[in-house]
């Protein structure tokens, strides 16, 4: 019996505004790969780099997917793996590289937890994003703290010692509070903010690409104390996050917070 013509369907052409996407898709990917190899190395600081690294460009394929109007389901599932290797395997592997092999088999167990559920929040997202009843205003939410997000804070103990001369946050126990409390947090369901969709006012560009002009100098000259900063800062935001999320789920309207004078006049970074 010969298959449908739908089941006979190949992916046989690609274009171009797809292709770059995906090929950054691929860049994280090799970076947070590469981050594994930094830390059988023992280079520790070039690890965490590469696992920065990794984020940066996952933060862009997406944005430059939408940009071309190249989004894709290939692109999304390639994206969602890369995810999983980059921000859940890859800094569990270099935690348990780093301070968690004098855990013994506990330190291996909290390690596979952390990376299983980074899984879990990822086929969450998956599964929420098909959901076409939900209100427009929760796509400025995330259910729980993103892949990314949750692999910085997750390697918050190393960037610490990268400034600090002690071993106190080498420590199995140390490093098993982070790895509980983030994996918790990919589970959950505490909203926190997503920035996909900020929008900044035409007459002030200028001011904010000043800004961002700035940070880069200042990630550039200090890049630990920057990600401690940006982290820590992420961290007081979620309760910010919490109570936005409840005063819109009450009955609130995300397009309250624009300013009517504002509204023809926003355009996408």
């Not at 970076?31 to 280079?43: M, Y």
């Not at 004098?102 to 990822?122: I, K, P, S, T």
Request: aromatic share 10%.
């Amino acid at each position: 019996m010969s298959e449908s013509p739908k089941k006979r369907r190949r992916l046989k052409h690609l274009s171009v505004n797809v292709m770059i996407p995906n090929i950054l898709t691929l860049l994280a990917l090799a970076s947070g790969l590469t981050g594994i190899r930094f830390a059988i190395e023992e280079h520790w600081e070039e690890a965490v780099m590469a696992i920065a690294v990794a984020a940066v460009f996952d933060a862009l394929d997406g944005r430059i997917a939408r940009l071309l109007k190249g989004s894709s389901k290939f692109g999304a599932e390639l994206d969602s793996l890369s995810d999983f290797v980059c921000f859940g395997v890859a800094p569990a592997m270099i935690l348990y590289l780093w301070g968690m092999q004098d855990g013994g088999r506990v330190g291996w167990l909290l390690v596979m937890l952390f990376a299983m559920c980074c899984g879990l929040r990822l086929a969450r997202f998956n599964v929420a994003l098909e959901d076409d009843n939900a209100p427009s205003w929760k796509s400025n939410f995330f259910s729980g703290i993103p892949a990314p997000a949750g692999a910085g804070l997750v390697l918050v103990p190393m960037i610490l010692t990268f400034q600090i001369d002690t071993n106190i946050f080498r420590s199995p126990w140390v490093v098993s509070v982070f790895l509980l409390g983030i994996g918790a947090f990919f589970v959950s369901s505490i909203p926190t903010y997503s920035m996909k969709k900020l929008r900044v006012p035409q007459r002030k560009l200028l001011v904010t690409m000043l800004g961002v002009a700035m940070i880069i100098a200042f990630v550039a000259s200090f890049p630990w104390l920057s990600l401690t900063i940006f982290l820590t800062i992420y961290m007081i935001s979620i309760p910010f996050s919490v109570r936005s999320y409840r005063r819109y789920a009450a009955g609130g309207n995300m397009d309250d917070d624009i300013d009517e004078d504002d509204a023809e006049e926003l355009e996408p970074i």
